[in-house]
């Protein structure tokens, strides 16, 4: 509750100092009939935000090492039985105290002293919270006092503003930055784990994947074979059956709209087609998995064929309706960005409209239309609910894409359900697949990028 009201209260004084700098900046032009370096919006977003900066860095400072502070002030007070526990017990002793402090259950019967260690607990997270609560509100209040005695006519106000707006732009840059590299290292680290318990010669060309193994030495299962072509036959397989679907509805409906289609048509289809992106890809696992794979079963009855209640086939023909938005936007844009001296040349030689499309736009445009179909297809590799809700979790090395198939993105979500332990092959696989979707969606992004990069000031 603190928080919520400090919050408040740091958005209600940075509204009052940006009120009060601009009512002052303004008393002093009229007063001094002189031109400021800054406008006023500028003196006001300098008070507002060194009111509201300070505390609220103050505030996330706190909120990230909270639970570090109170666990240790916590630990000093219990009795030395408690503070010599192993690091597990420890955690969850911990974690019990917790639990008694909210009124949740806990693991074990309640003792006296972990009952008044969730008192103690309680006590100086409310006192902590006070205090950063009065805290936060009287360092608001000392930064809006203090960025109010700047305010004046010949004060660089812009000048602070937009430093405080550049080093925020760099603070996000590197927050993204950081993300992903950590992103990247734990995928790594836990792929370099599985490889050291399986080769990647037999992770790369085995042929068999069973990840199932005997969870005890002394029980009886399966050692596990993590050969992954299965899985990598079976995501291209339905892969090349989305781009068979999508690509040359979103490629000709990309053409209607940039070259044929009325600015009335265009306003109106462009729009709704786009809204099939917007659609939440469990949807289309449902509509893959109750619609289109019954349908695609009883015609193939009908003309004797043997068709899988979940095949690629269903799963690749929904998931290319789900990227047609992808390639038919992205190919607009590179269509629509030809010049128009291109189109208006080829006219005036003669050439049809039709003539104009096929032998000067589309190949003006191919670099696009070739990095729209390269990021349709990383979009398609990294698709997972479709492929769980429809296409099976059969690892079969197979090319019919009338079976049951599997891809990397459904076995990984497999291989996590539940709870698991990280130090066996079977759970660590998943980031080897992981860290091999990774690098194929990366090298089809990069390659994407270079085709359009390349190619691109031929026709500027």
């Not at 607990?121 to 700047?150: F, I, K, N």
Request: aromatic share 8%; net charge neutral.
């Amino acid at each position: 509750m603190q928080l919520v009201i400090l919050l408040i209260a740091l958005g209600g004084l940075a509204a009052i100092g940006y009120y009060l700098a601009r009512r002052k900046l303004l008393s002093a032009v009229g007063r001094e009939s002189i031109r400021p370096h800054s406008m006023p919006s500028y003196h006001s977003w300098y008070v507002a935000v060194w009111c509201a900066l300070p505390s609220a860095i103050v505030l996330l400072s706190w909120l990230l090492f909270e639970e570090r502070i109170l666990e240790a002030l916590l630990i000093s007070h219990l009795g030395p039985e408690y503070a010599s526990l192993s690091g597990e017990m420890l955690g969850l002793l911990l974690n019990d105290i917790r639990n008694l402090a909210a009124g949740d259950a806990v693991s074990r019967a309640a003792d006296p002293a972990p009952l008044a260690a969730a008192e103690r607990y309680s006590g100086m997270r409310d006192t902590a919270r006070a205090a950063l609560l009065v805290g936060g509100l009287a360092l608001a209040v000392a930064g809006l006092a203090w960025s109010w005695h700047h305010v004046a006519p010949d004060f660089r106000a812009r000048h602070r503003v937009e430093r405080v707006v550049r080093i925020a732009l760099i603070l996000a840059s590197c927050v993204a930055v950081v993300t992903t590299v950590g992103i990247i290292l734990s995928v790594l680290f836990e792929s370099i784990r599985f490889f050291s318990i399986v080769s990647v010669g037999e992770f790369l060309f085995g042929l068999e994947w069973s990840p199932q193994t005997a969870i005890r030495e002394d029980q009886v299962g399966s050692s596990g074979a993590f050969g992954a072509v299965p899985l990598f036959t079976g995501t291209l397989l339905i892969t090349l059956i989305a781009m068979v679907v999508a690509l040359p509805i979103g490629l000709f409906s990309a053409i209607y709209m940039a070259e044929f289609a009325s600015p009335r048509v265009r306003n109106t289809v462009k729009p709704i087609l786009e809204i099939l992106a917007g659609v939440p890809t469990v949807v289309y696992g449902f509509f893959a998995a109750l619609t289109v794979a019954p349908a695609l079963r009883g015609f193939g009855e009908t003309i004797g064929l043997d068709v899988a209640s979940e095949s690629a086939l269903a799963a690749g023909a929904v998931m290319g309706i789900m990227i047609i938005p992808f390639i038919s936007s992205l190919s607009d844009d590179a269509i629509v960005a030809v010049p128009r001296s291109l189109r208006e040349g080829s006219l005036a030689m003669g050439a049809t409209r039709s003539e104009t499309v096929i032998k000067v736009i589309l190949p003006a445009a191919l670099p696009g239309i070739v990095a729209a179909c390269l990021l349709a297809v990383s979009r398609a590799i990294g698709e997972t609910m479709i492929v769980v809700m429809a296409a099976g979790l059969a690892a079969k090395l197979t090319a019919n894409p009338l079976e049951a198939v599997t891809t990397v993105t459904a076995q990984m979500v497999t291989l996590l359900v539940g709870d698991q332990e990280f130090d066996s092959a079977k759970t660590l696989a998943a980031f080897a697949l992981g860290l091999a979707l990774f690098l194929a969606t990366l090298a089809l992004n990069v390659l994407a990028l270079y085709i359009a990069r390349k190619y691109r000031e031929q026709y500027e």
